[in-house]
């Protein structure tokens, strides 16, 4: 009989974690989702697409269903005036999400980000950020969260806040700085020494999520893994970033020369192969926490599952050229199409 196991139990014995990330830009991709503010209106409006792509995330093998309530917050709802959405969009996501997990026999993650409010000298400011914190959790906890997710953060001291709020929840955190073009946090503190205090302070897993894609983050993971002594997390973006352009925002259309972001960051997609590289390097490095962030697709949760060890329903509709009309090795095949092959280059 399977023997339920929570996220701390499974990294204390030494198990990885694949959690699918990247609700935003797939729901804008699929025309749910306005770019610009970013705010998870879908989970309103069309909640059994958000329940079915928890669904998908699953499938595809993610050991998490991530509830959507990234850019949930009340500071994103008075941008587009939809502060009386406040409670019902979080409270929307979180319940969709614990009945997936409680289907699936996975794990059911509450998600708090970044605000935008973090400015040390403003106390106004500040404790607005702690009271979006607060009741976030609140409402993760009471909807029946296993561990709670903060991610996306600049600054250390925005992160500490997290941190803090959920700490006091009791629940297990998971804590993501996103770093920009430099190895430093907003407040000017390195990387690795800033997810160091995060651990000290008490998170349970610390890393990096965002902003920068496979080749571009890894450098920096592995700084971290030589001065965090615990479980450490790594979500990237899906997107080619460069020693040059090491975030998706300072990324290039190949067309206009202009900056890619968001409309044109579909030309800079990565492969699956670059996909299952990664993980692969990830894993060596010893990053127990992986996932994928904005620009992730189920096809590539199920890549960097499959690398991981794991076989997700979706391994059943995996690769197999054998059976290709004209690429194909199998005996039924008709040879005419197969030997053809080459004049299709």
Not at 140 to 148: K, L, R, T
Request: net charge negative; proline share 5%.
């Amino acid at each position: 009989m399977y023997i339920f196991k929570g996220l701390l139990e499974r990294l204390a014995e030494g198990e990885s974690v694949c959690i699918a990330e990247g609700y935003l830009f797939e729901f804008e991709r699929r025309g749910y989702l306005q770019a610009g503010a970013y705010v998870p209106e879908v989970v309103l409006e069309y909640p059994h697409l958000v329940k079915a792509l928890y669904e998908e995330f699953v499938h595809a093998g993610s050991d998490v269903v991530l509830a959507f309530t990234y850019y949930a917050h009340l500071e994103k709802l008075q941008i587009i005036n939809r502060e009386k959405d406040y409670e019902p969009m979080n409270r929307t996501a979180l319940k969709m999400a614990r009945e997936v997990a409680d289907n699936t026999g996975t794990l059911m993650a509450g998600n708090i980000c970044n605000t935008g409010l973090y400015y040390p000298d403003d106390p106004k400011l500040i404790q607005k950020l702690k009271d979006i914190f607060k009741i976030q959790v609140q409402w993760a906890v009471e909807e029946g969260a296993d561990f709670i997710v903060g991610e996306t953060f600049s600054a250390l001291g925005e992160a500490m806040l997290a941190l803090n709020a959920i700490k006091e929840s009791g629940l297990p955190a998971v804590i993501a700085l996103a770093n920009s073009t430099t190895d430093v946090t907003a407040d000017a503190i390195e990387i690795p020494e800033a997810c160091r205090r995060l651990e000290e302070a008490g998170a349970a897993v610390v890393g990096l999520n965002c902003f920068r894609g496979p080749a571009s983050i890894l450098p920096v993971m592995r700084q971290i893994r030589s001065v965090c002594k615990g479980p450490i997390c790594c979500l990237p973006v899906v997107y080619h970033t460069t020693e040059n352009q090491k975030t998706m925002m300072t990324l290039k259309s190949p067309q206009t020369g202009e900056m890619a972001f968001p409309f044109d960051l579909p030309a800079h997609h990565c492969s699956r192969t670059e996909i299952a590289d990664f993980t692969k390097e990830a894993m060596e490095i010893g990053i127990q926490y992986l996932g994928l962030c904005c620009g992730n697709s189920a096809h590539y949760t199920r890549v960097m599952a499959e690398v991981m060890g794991r076989k997700p329903p979706s391994s059943k509709y995996s690769l197999d050229m054998s059976r290709h009309l004209w690429y194909g090795t199998d005996d039924r095949l008709h040879h005419h199409n197969t030997s053809s092959k080459g004049l299709l280059g």
